[in-house]
Structure formats: structure tokens, C-alpha cells
Nanobody, 123 residues
Framework: QVQLVESGGGLVQAGGSLRLSCAASGRTFSRLHMAWFRQPPGKEREFVAISWTSGSTYYTDSVKGRFTISRDNAKSTVYLQMNGLKFEDTAVYYC?????????????????WGQGTQVTVSS
């Protein structure tokens, strides 16, 4: 089992920045692919970014150039640095993990989820 705990959400003005953290426990972190998803109000949960165990990363188009995912294996933590925030980035952000990810952007590919952290961007 893997436990994931997100932190760092909050209220920020458009154009501002936030850094989300997700601390993992229960399994060797370096063997987990770590991803961020988000769920805007009234919408389905959607993929944001992934950090593969290899160190490679991948982003959904809407956040490319603004968000950066990184990981610290020594701290068993994955981060999401969000710059240039827009109103449409408002959502609950979830950390997800799994050792095997078949379809990167599919929720079903991840067995482990955090409880979520709210990010609200005011326009």
C-alpha cells in the first residue's frame, strides 16, 4: 500500500504561483511513477503531469511552459510548481502513483491517490 498526502494548495491571484507537494509512504518511492491530476468544479478529473521513475516528465498541453513537476526520491516527495496561474487552473489537485502505468492520462492506470488539495485562482 502507498499513502499519499498533498499540501500547498490555497488562494492565489491570476498570474501568481503555488507549489504543491505530495509526500509518499509505504513503498519504495523511486519505483513509483508519480502524477498530478486535477478536478475543476463541476468537471471530471483530468491529467496534469507525470514524473516517470526514469526522470522523464510529460505534461498536458494546457500547462506546458507554466507548470513543472519534479521529484525528490530522498524525501519521497513529488512537487508541482505552478507559475502563471489562470482562473481555469482552479481545481482540486490530486497526487497519484503506481509502479506500472499503462495509459498515462487515464485515472484507471493509478492505484494510489491522495486526498486532494484545493487551488483557487482569482481573476
Amino acid at each position: 500500500q502507498v499513502q499519499l498526502v498533498e499540501s500547498g494548495g490555497g488562494l492565489v491571484q491570476a498570474g501568481g504561483s503555488l507549489r504543491l507537494s505530495c509526500a509518499a509512504s509505504g513503498r519504495t518511492f523511486s519505483r513509483l511513477h508519480m502524477a498530478w491530476f486535477r478536478q475543476p468544479p463541476g468537471k471530471e478529473r483530468e491529467f496534469v503531469a507525470i514524473s516517470w521513475t526514469s526522470g522523464s516528465t510529460y505534461y498536458t498541453d494546457s500547462v506546458k511552459g507554466r507548470f513543472t513537476i519534479s521529484r525528490d526520491n530522498a524525501k519521497s516527495t513529488v512537487y508541482l510548481q505552478m507559475n502563471g496561474l489562470k482562473f481555469e487552473d482552479t481545481a482540486v489537485y490530486y497526487c497519484a502513483a503506481d509502479a506500472v502505468v499503462s495509459i498515462t492520462t487515464s485515472l484507471r492506470s493509478y492505484d494510489y491517490w491522495g486526498q486532494g488539495t484545493q487551488v483557487t485562482v482569482s481573476s
